[in-house]
C-alpha cells in the first residue's frame, strides 16, 4: 500500500460494513451502466450494501482504483476483500457463485 491518504478512507470503508460497494452515483440514481447493473444484483439478491459515491471525490475515484489494483468503477468488496467489478459479479451472480459467497461469509439476504 502507498501513502496515498485516501487509501487509509477506503481501507476503514472496506472494514466497516460486510458488503460495500464503490460506485458512480448511489443506489437510488447510479450515473452509470455498471454501477445500476451491479446495484440491480444486491437489490435483487437483498443484501444490504454500503455505498461510497466516487464521483464527487477525484481522490477517491482514483485512490480506490490503486488500493485495488483494478482499473474500473464500480468495485465490490465482501468483508473487506476486493470481488470484483461488474462484468464479474455478474457473471457470479448469473452462476450462482455470488449468493454463495455470501452465504459462505455469513451475510443474510433480507
Known sequence: MTDNPAHAVIDKAVKADDVVLFM???PNFPQ????????????HL??????YDV????DLREGIKEFSDWPTI??????GEFIGGCDIIREMFSDGELETLF???GIKAS
Open 103 to 105: 452465504d459462505e461469509k
Open 46 to 51: 437483498g443484501v444490504p450494501f454500503k455505498t
Open 24 to 26: 458512480k452515483g448511489n
Open 55 to 58: 464521483l464527487p471525490d477525484p
Open 74 to 79: 464500480p468495485q465490490l468488496y465482501v468483508k
Open 32 to 43: 452509470c451502466g455498471f454501477s445500476a447493473t451491479v446495484v440491480d444484483i444486491l437489490t
